[in-house]
Nanobody
Framework: QGQLVESGGGLVQAGGSLRLSCAASGRTFSTNFMGWFRQAPGKEREFVAAITKSGSRTFYAESVKGRFTISRDNAKSTVYLQMNSLKSEDTAVYYC????????????????WGQGTQVTVSS
């Protein structure tokens, strides 16, 4: 079993930045790809970004490419999401998750999920 705890969400003006953190415990963090998803009110949970075990490769949704950066620190069992140039459409609850196999872009490929952290971007 594993536990993921997100933090760093909040209210920010459009054009601003936030850094989300996801701390993992209870399992070997460095053996898994990790991902970030988000869910806006009334919408499906969608892929945002993913990172390989070593952090050498990253993957992004087109909507955040060039603005968001995913990274990880295996020594701290933590994955991060740096969000810059935020837009109102980035408003959502953000979740981190552990990849179990399959497509990195599909929520069904992830097994353990955090409780989420709210990001609200005011325009």
């Amino acid at each position: 079993q594993g536990q993921l705890v997100e933090s760093g969400g909040g209210l920010v003006q459009a054009g601003g930045s936030l850094r989300l953190s996801c701390a993992a415990s209870g399992r070997t963090f460095s053996t898994n790809f990790m991902g970030w998803f988000r869910q806006a009110p009334g919408k499906e949970r969608e892929f945002v970004a993913a990172i390989t075990k070593s952090g050498s490769r990253t993957f992004y949704a087109e909507s955040v490419k060039g603005r968001f950066t995913i990274s990880r620190d295996n020594a701290k069992s933590t994955v991060y999401l740096q969000m810059n140039s935020l837009k109102s459409e980035d408003t959502a609850v953000y979740y981190c998750a552990t990849h179990r196999g399959g497509s990195l872009y599909s929520r069904g490929s992830y097994d353990y999920w955090g409780q989420g952290t709210q990001v609200t971007v005011s325009s």
